[in-house]
């Protein structure tokens, strides 16, 4: 099992920047492949960036594509979203989660190939 803890989430003005924060416990983070979703009231969730496990592959929702970065510090158990340029349309709750893969090079695109989620942090960007 592993635990997901998010942070970082907040209330920003449009244009603004913020960088999110997941650390994990529990089982060894290096073999997981990490994902950012978000879920904005009224709508599904929707992925937004996921990270294969050697952290040389990456995914970016076309939304988000130029102005989020997905990253992992394998040292650290964490996985990170640095997100520039927010705007209002990116107000949502991001949700990280994880899939335990043998495969180093993988990025996973759809929701249920994630086994592990977090609780969520609020992101508000105000126009």
């Known amino acids: 099992q592993v635990q997901l803890v998010e942070s970082g989430g907040g209330l920003v003005q449009d244009g603004g920047s913020l960088r999110l924060a997941c650390a994990t416990s529990g089982r060894t983070f290096s073999y997981f492949a990490m994902g950012w979703f978000r879920q904005a009231p009224g709508k599904e969730r929707e992925l937004v960036a996921s990270?294969?496990?050697?952290?040389?592959?990456?995914y970016y929702a076309e939304s988000v594509k130029g102005r989020f970065t997905i990253s992992r510090d394998d040292a650290k158990n964490t996985v990170y979203l640095q997100q520039n340029s927010l705007k209002p349309e990116d107000t949502a709750v991001y949700y990280c989660?994880?899939?335990?893969?043998?495969?180093?090079?993988?990025?996973?695109?759809?929701?249920?190939?994630?086994?592990?989620w977090g609780q969520g942090t609020q992101v508000t960007v105000s126009s």
């Open positions: 989660a994880a899939v335990f893969t043998t495969i180093r090079s993988d990025y996973y695109t759809k929701k249920s190939d994630y086994q592990h």
């Open positions: 990270i294969s496990r050697s952290g040389g592959n990456t």
